[in-house]
């Protein structure tokens, strides 16, 4: 079964932790040959590139994070990458507890 994107505002603590193992067990895992981790690497490229504000923007963004959550998936095929919905007021997130939301760690 495919992994499926989810708002990261509607994530428990559980999924929220996992996502973020995944990222340090990638990070750990994936030295390239000049020292930097492959994540590291692929910000480099994106900084690197400069095409924001040019007509690439959107397409060079999207391969990159396609890129990244390929990465995330050699460490757990379960993970997806989460996204934010900028049609939700922060202040007022579904998730029950209002204000900003911590994605990362439970408030």
Known sequence: MEPIRRNGAHL???????????I?????SRLLRDGVFLRDKQAQIHQGTHVHGGPW??????????RYEA?????????????????EDPSAASNGSGGTVNLSRST
């Open 57 to 66: 923007v959107l397409q060079r963004h999207r391969e990159w994070l396609n």
């Open 24 to 28: 340090v067990q990638g990070d750990a």
């Open 12 to 22: 428990g603590q559980i999924e929220r932790d996992a996502f973020i193992e995944v």
């Open 71 to 87: 990465l995330l998936q050699e460490v757990d095929p379960r993970i997806a990458l989460r996204y934010w919905d900028w049609s």
